[in-house]
């Protein structure tokens, strides 16, 4: 069965391409320059394929830039740190890039009809603290329709599914999940701030840190600080 997986090399869409390779699936990969803050992630997405081995790797390349609206696509807009797990959950931050996963999940299906894959994987998760409105399973319901009705392949009755196996799952589950899997959790990145090594402190990174200290389990990725979220 061909999949293509929508890695960013980040800890989620990282365990969700090993969940597809234990799926049986024949696993394409597709990131994506966006002109992101973060395009060091990129570099995690190339080492992950190349551990786990692929049948290729393709990174597509745009500029969300050019409008920003968010702190990962505007310089101008500073990242939010240092906040806890509380003030994460009250609002959709500025980190969510506007309809980011729409755009991912286009080009996924467009790559997926062409090489005939059944299936799409995303690792968006509903339990995270982010917020990000494209990352709610009705979200996902409505996406699925547009795969259903927006395709050829849909059309004639072989419709390509989303997979989004860790939608229901806590940041600590899905690491225990990595875990079964063999996730080299070394390889991967979650750093919103765009250095060369991992800041500690913006959302992405301190809700990494709080998930592994409370299984009382050491993050093997090198921060320049590392400041547990409460």
């Known amino acids: 069965m061909k999949a293509v997986i929508l890695l960013s090399g980040g ?4 365990t969700v391409l090993y969940q597809a390779m234990a799926d049986g699936c024949e696993c394409y990969a597709l990131s994506f320059n966006y002109r992101q803050r973060h395009q060091r992630e990129l570099l995690s997405a190339s080492a992950i394929t190349t551990r786990v081995g692929v049948v290729q790797h393709q990174v597509v390349t745009f500029d969300l830039s050019q409008w920003g609206g968010s702190a990962l696509t505007d310089s101008s807009i500073d990242l939010p740190q240092k906040r806890s797990l509380l003030e ?4 959709i931050p500025i980190t969510y890039v506007p309809a980011r996963n729409t755009i991912f ?3 996924a299906l467009a790559y997926a009809e062409t090489i005939a894959a059944e299936r799409v994987y995303i690792g968006v998760n509903a339990l995270d603290y982010s917020g990000y409105p494209d990352c709610r399973p009705d979200y996902l319901q409505a996406m699925q329709e547009v795969f259903c009705l927006g395709t050829k392949q849909g059309r004639l009755g072989h419709p390509i599914n989303i997979v989004a196996p860790l939608i229901e799952l806590k940041k600590t589950e899905i690491i225990q999940l990595g875990n079964q899997l063999g996730v080299p959790w070394e390889l991967t990145w979650s750093c919103y701030a765009g250095g060369e090594v991992a800041c500690g402190v913006c959302d992405s990174c301190r809700l990494r840190l709080a998930a592994f200290a409370e299984l009382e389990l050491v993050d093997p990725l090198n921060y320049s600080t590392r400041r547990i979220c409460t």
């Not at 800890?11 to 990282?14: A, E, T």
């Not at 994460?88 to 609002?91: E, G, I, K, T, V």
């Open 105 to 107: 999940l286009s080009f």
């Open 88 to 91: 994460m959950s009250q609002n």
């Open 11 to 14: 800890l989620d869409s990282s």
